[in-house]
DNA sequence: GGGTTGCATGTCCGA
DNA sequence: CGGACATGCAACCCC
């Protein structure tokens, strides 16, 4: 290598070998740089050191930066804007980023700058570059300018294209001025970092999902001046992904469409047909660097062309398939919060500078419109991206935690579409609009390849496909009559009604009502609730079956709502889940509740007792703490007292006294465990088993002993009795006092239904004793 | 008192 | 081991 000058006309340092690389020169090539000016031509400064006295200086209409718009040096730190004067980079993108959240700003429409204004007429006139090897890596690079580069700083941009020129071998990249979206694409990103070709040759954009071995993608990204910027290489090896984090953290303004990259094989796919445009298959990476995508593979969006295409026509708009996630319990709870993929949420939205974010337009599947507050949290020295206000979208559409969300993006780049897929076990319970398509689809994360290989079934947009079909209320539709609810009907009630009209619902979607404190969780995390397809068919029952688990909560009496010829029964509280052995059972043995076995005259009583339960309610919270540590005797008693009363009645009864012993496990054979926690049902009043008997026996063992400790509290205590009078007051209207020779405290029958009563009596009962210790 | 919001923390996973 | 993420929780707000 012979010895050279520096091209700085102001340096012209001779040098032998080391040489930075300069700005693009017009006639081809890179301008040669001395270390020195190099450096500062990387760290775009260069016109700053050299160029000061030279004409061309501008200030930037927002911030007064000063740029050397004159010089091919900086042709790629400014903006010429629409109204005139310049915005350096800096403040377009920012600029760039208020459009993306709807707010215009003067920024609003950029022209593209000298250098590439020389190349926008061929974007405009639909420029087609292929064929692109070594030999024409000027075309190439300034196709990939056209594409807007300008706001890769100046050493990194050349950088990358000088990369690309060493290992393109094709590359078929054609714009349309149709193709707005990607042209904001690029425009709010920047640059084509990388190209390489098709190992099939196939005009990369719309390779088929099924073709695994595509390794076209392309990866678009930007950056800000003063970040530290990536190395060709590293972008070209797929390291960029932790910088382009770390660049949209720094500088916020940066809009990069970036799949994590592989390391390997290269990596940009890159096509738009006239009339058809999409983003890199994100979801499918190369099998040989399958894992080492950047995006973890959970984030990979999974939709078939066809279905895009499908899509892209029903929605008459090009849809890009950015990512998906499964919803977590907190996201699809009450809550109203979903958790973006930090990745994703740099990646593929738009950089938010502020804690309070942007807020963005979102399109479900069924054309509806949706505003949700994109924003992040401070996490850890880094930042925690969410969407709120999803709420009322996700239960729209009726979504639940295991559930996928897929994020798209419609081609102008305003507005995102939010698809969705039914978690695998619940694909059952959609309608006809959704069942055949939902696919079944594992939602574990790294089963890419099967995912693409079924194609029709596998799809993450089918349910968005289906219901784009006419059934513009899908869900609504399939469950009309079901959704008939009073609007006092809890939400759990709610739900399993409507899964029990869907077809036998699963269990999962039985459990994973909106409702988050409703939420009977299968795991705490969502790795938990990544449960294979054949493992989810173990928790699938039949609706039956899960009612079977539904206890009506303890202590709690329904208020029967009647609505279309369904009863219903209204709890204040979420039903119990457990076994059936626990439920309330009716003589007939199937699981039953209360409502059912009402008269009309019972229901009067009802609202009788749910009063004096309100009463209790309010005593019991008056109570002391050591009145409390008798709950569990006095209800105990109240068992018992009702043991035997019940062989006084005839008439079924409802729920009604139960207990809780949390501390009793399976197996427990204590008296409480083990006849049943309503206390009735199980056992005839006649009952001679060893269960009731031994319950007869104590209640009379405590009976007595009440009264003993009752006798004595009047005598030492007579505000004892305010106590009791107020248990007597609860009960004052009975009818029916059964049998006054038990303690009047203790126990009044309800028309039927049993009330247990304020606890009043002294003692301690060890629960966990075995009930044959008659001298407990 | 219930709902909302912002942050903290624990867990898990990938490098 | 560090980052990402799910979720808990306290402070705050509103009815």
Same mark, same amino acid.
């Given at each position: 290598?012979?010895?050279?000058?520096?091209?700085?006309?102001?340096?012209?340092?001779?040098?032998?070998?080391?040489?930075?690389?300069?700005?693009?020169?017009?006639?081809?090539?890179?301008?040669?740089?001395?270390?020195?000016?190099?450096?500062?031509?990387?760290?775009?400064?260069?016109?700053?050191?050299?160029?000061?006295?030279?004409?061309?200086?501008?200030?930037?209409?927002?911030?007064?930066?000063?740029?050397?718009?004159?010089?091919?040096?900086?042709?790629?730190?400014?903006?010429?804007?629409?109204?005139?004067?310049?915005?350096?980079?800096?403040?377009?993108?920012?600029?760039?980023?208020?459009?993306?959240?709807?707010?215009?700003?003067?920024?609003?429409?950029?022209?593209?700058?000298?250098?590439?204004?020389?190349?926008?007429?061929?974007?405009?006139?639909?420029?087609?570059?292929?064929?692109?090897?070594?030999?024409?890596?000027?075309?190439?690079?300034?196709?990939?300018?056209?594409?807007?580069?300008?706001?890769?700083?100046?050493?990194?941009?050349?950088?990358?294209?000088?990369?690309?020129?060493?290992?393109?071998?094709?590359?078929?990249?054609?714009?349309?001025?149709?193709?707005?979206?990607?042209?904001?694409?690029?425009?709010?990103?920047?640059?084509?970092?990388?190209?390489?070709?098709?190992?099939?040759?196939?005009?990369?954009?719309?390779?088929?999902?099924?073709?695994?071995?595509?390794?076209?993608?392309?990866?678009?990204?930007?950056?800000?001046?003063?970040?530290?910027?990536?190395?060709?290489?590293?972008?070209?090896?797929?390291? *960029?992904?932790? #910088?382009?984090? /770390?660049? !949209?953290?720094? +500088?916020?303004?940066?809009?990069?469409? $970036?799949? =994590?990259?592989?390391?390997?094989?290269?990596?940009?796919?890159?096509?738009?047909?006239?009339?058809?445009?999409?983003?890199?298959?994100?979801?499918?990476?190369?099998?040989?660097?399958?894992?080492?995508?950047?995006?973890?593979?959970?984030?990979?969006?999974?939709?078939?062309?066809?279905?895009?295409?499908?899509?892209?026509?029903?929605?008459?708009?090009?849809?890009?398939? *950015?990512?998906? #996630?499964?919803? /977590?319990? !907190?996201?699809? +709870?009450?809550?109203?919060?979903?958790? $973006?993929? =930090?990745?994703?949420?740099?990646?593929?939205?738009?950089?938010?500078?502020?804690?309070?974010?942007?807020?963005?337009?979102?399109?479900?599947?069924?054309?509806?419109?949706?505003?949700?507050?994109?924003?992040?949290?401070?996490?850890?020295?880094?930042?925690?991206?969410?969407?709120?206000?999803?709420?009322?979208?996700?239960?729209?559409?009726?979504?639940?935690?295991?559930?996928?969300?897929?994020?798209?993006?419609?081609? !102008?780049?305003?507005?995102?579409?939010?698809?969705?897929?039914?978690?695998?076990?619940?694909?059952?319970?959609?309608?006809?609009?959704?069942?055949?398509?939902?696919?079944?689809?594992?939602?574990?994360?790294?089963?890419?390849?099967?995912?693409?290989?079924?194609?029709?079934?596998?799809?993450?947009?089918?349910?968005?496909?289906?219901?784009?079909?006419?059934?513009?209320?899908?869900?609504?539709?399939?469950?009309?009559?079901?959704?008939?609810?009073?609007?006092?009907?809890?939400?759990?009630?709610?739900?399993?009604?409507?899964?029990?009209?869907?077809?036998?619902?699963?269990?999962?979607?039985?459990?994973?009502?909106?409702?988050?404190?409703?939420?009977?969780?299968?795991?705490?995390?969502?790795?938990?609730?990544?449960?294979?397809?054949?493992?989810?068919?173990?928790?699938?029952?039949?609706?039956?079956?899960?009612?079977?688990?539904?206890?009506?909560?303890?202590?709690?009496?329904?208020?029967?709502?009647?609505?279309?010829?369904?009863?219903?029964?209204?709890?204040?509280?979420?039903?119990?889940?457990?076994?059936?052995?626990?439920?309330?059972?009716?003589?007939?043995?199937?699981?039953?509740?209360?409502?059912?076995?009402?008269?009309?005259?019972?229901?009067?009583?009802?609202?009788?007792?749910?009063?004096?339960?309100?009463?209790?309610?309010?005593?019991?919270?008056?109570?002391?703490?050591?009145?409390?540590?008798?709950?569990?005797?006095?209800?105990?008693?109240?068992?018992?007292?009702?043991?035997?009363?019940?062989?006084?009645?005839?008439?079924?009864?409802?729920?009604?006294?139960?207990?809780?012993?949390?501390?009793?496990?399976?197996?427990?054979?204590?008296?409480?465990?083990?006849?049943?926690?309503?206390?009735?049902?199980?056992?005839?009043?006649?009952?001679?088993?060893?269960?009731?008997?031994?319950?007869?026996?104590?209640?009379?063992?405590?009976?007595?002993?009440?009264?003993?400790?009752?006798?004595?509290?009047?005598?030492?205590?007579?505000?004892?009795?305010?106590?009791?009078?107020?248990?007597?007051?609860?009960?004052?209207?009975?009818?029916?006092?059964?049998?006054?020779?038990?303690?009047?405290?203790?126990?009044?029958?309800?028309?039927?239904?049993?009330?247990?009563?304020?606890?009043?009596?002294?003692?301690?009962?060890?629960?966990?004793?075995?009930?044959?210790?008659?001298?407990?």
């Amino acid at each position: 290598m012979g010895v050279e000058v520096c091209m700085n006309k102001l340096c012209k340092e001779s040098s032998i070998g080391e040489w930075k690389k300069g700005w693009s020169l017009i006639s081809g090539g890179f301008a040669k740089l001395c270390n020195k000016c190099g450096l500062a031509y990387e760290n775009s400064v260069f016109c700053d050191q050299f160029h000061r006295l030279e004409a061309g200086w501008r200030e930037c209409n927002n911030c007064k930066k000063l740029i050397h718009c004159g010089c091919i040096v900086s042709k790629s730190l400014f903006e010429y804007l629409d109204f005139g004067g310049i915005g350096c980079v800096t403040c377009v993108k920012a600029s760039q980023l208020c459009l993306d959240a709807g707010n215009a700003n003067r920024f609003a429409h950029i022209t593209k700058n000298n250098a590439n204004d020389r190349y926008a007429e061929h974007t405009d006139g639909g420029l087609s570059v292929e064929r692109v090897g070594k030999g024409n890596l000027m075309q190439l690079r300034k196709t990939a300018e056209a594409g807007e580069t300008s706001f890769w700083p100046q050493a990194q941009r050349d950088g990358v294209f000088s990369s690309i020129g060493s290992k393109s071998e094709e590359i078929n990249c054609r714009f349309n001025k149709t193709d707005t979206g990607f042209l904001n694409v690029m425009k709010h990103s920047s640059h084509l970092s990388a190209l390489t070709t098709s190992e099939n040759n196939r005009p990369t954009w719309e390779t088929k999902s099924r073709d695994e071995s595509l390794s076209l993608k392309i990866s678009l990204g930007t950056s800000s001046r003063n970040c530290v910027l990536p190395s060709a290489k590293e972008i070209v090896e797929g390291k *960029l992904e932790g #910088k382009a984090s /770390s660049i !949209s953290q720094q +500088g916020h303004n940066s809009y990069p469409i $970036l799949a =994590k990259q592989p390391k390997t094989g290269v990596t940009l796919n890159l096509e738009t047909n006239k009339g058809m445009i999409s983003l890199p298959r994100i979801g499918r990476p190369p099998a040989d660097v399958k894992g080492k995508n950047q995006l973890l593979s959970r984030y990979w969006p999974r939709i078939t062309d066809q279905e895009l295409e499908k899509l892209s026509g029903d929605l008459k708009s090009k849809i890009v398939p *950015l990512f998906e #996630k499964v919803l /977590s319990p !907190s996201d699809a +709870g009450r809550i109203g919060r979903l958790v $973006l993929p =930090k990745a994703c949420a740099e990646a593929f939205l738009p950089p938010i500078d502020q804690s309070e974010g942007v807020p963005l337009l979102f399109q479900d599947i069924k054309g509806n419109e949706w505003t949700f507050q994109f924003r992040f949290w401070p996490n850890n020295n880094s930042r925690m991206y969410v969407l709120e206000g999803v709420t009322p979208c996700i239960q729209f559409l009726r979504l639940n935690a295991g559930d996928t969300v897929t994020f798209s993006r419609i081609d !102008s780049g305003e507005k995102f579409v939010l698809g969705f897929r039914r978690a695998s076990g619940s694909t059952d319970t959609q309608d006809d609009s959704t069942s055949a398509h939902s696919n079944g689809i594992s939602t574990k994360d790294t089963n890419v390849s099967g995912a693409t290989k079924n194609l029709n079934s596998l799809s993450s947009f089918s349910d968005l496909l289906q219901s784009m079909k006419g059934n513009r209320e899908p869900y609504l539709n399939g469950h009309s009559k079901h959704l008939h609810l009073g609007n006092g009907t809890p939400d759990w009630l709610k739900t399993a009604h409507c899964e029990e009209a869907a077809n036998n619902g699963p269990l999962q979607q039985q459990v994973s009502v909106s409702d988050k404190k409703k939420t009977c969780k299968i795991g705490t995390k969502t790795k938990r609730l990544h449960i294979r397809s054949e493992d989810s068919l173990e928790l699938r029952l039949t609706w039956e079956e899960a009612q079977d688990l539904l206890c009506p909560p303890p202590n709690v009496k329904p208020n029967i709502v009647q609505i279309d010829d369904q009863v219903f029964e209204e709890y204040d509280e979420p039903p119990v889940f457990g076994k059936g052995t626990i439920t309330n059972a009716c003589p007939s043995g199937s699981p039953c509740s209360a409502s059912e076995q009402l008269g009309p005259n019972e229901q009067e009583n009802l609202q009788r007792t749910r009063k004096a339960s309100k009463k209790r309610k309010i005593v019991e919270k008056s109570n002391s703490i050591e009145e409390d540590k008798l709950q569990d005797l006095d209800t105990l008693a109240s068992m018992a007292i009702l043991g035997d009363n019940l062989a006084d009645l005839d008439e079924p009864t409802s729920a009604g006294i139960t207990t809780k012993h949390p501390r009793h496990r399976d197996g427990c054979t204590c008296i409480v465990c083990i006849q049943s926690p309503s206390g009735q049902g199980k056992h005839k009043p006649t009952c001679t088993c060893l269960a009731c008997e031994t319950l007869k026996r104590r209640s009379k063992t405590l009976m007595m002993r009440k009264k003993k400790n009752q006798s004595e509290s009047e005598a030492a205590a007579p505000q004892n009795d305010q106590t009791n009078h107020s248990g007597e007051a609860d009960t004052s209207g009975d009818a029916s006092r059964q049998d006054t020779s038990n303690s009047t405290d203790e126990v009044s029958l309800n028309g039927g239904q049993k009330e247990a009563v304020e606890p009043s009596a002294a003692g301690q009962l060890d629960l966990n004793c075995h009930p044959d210790h008659e001298d407990m």
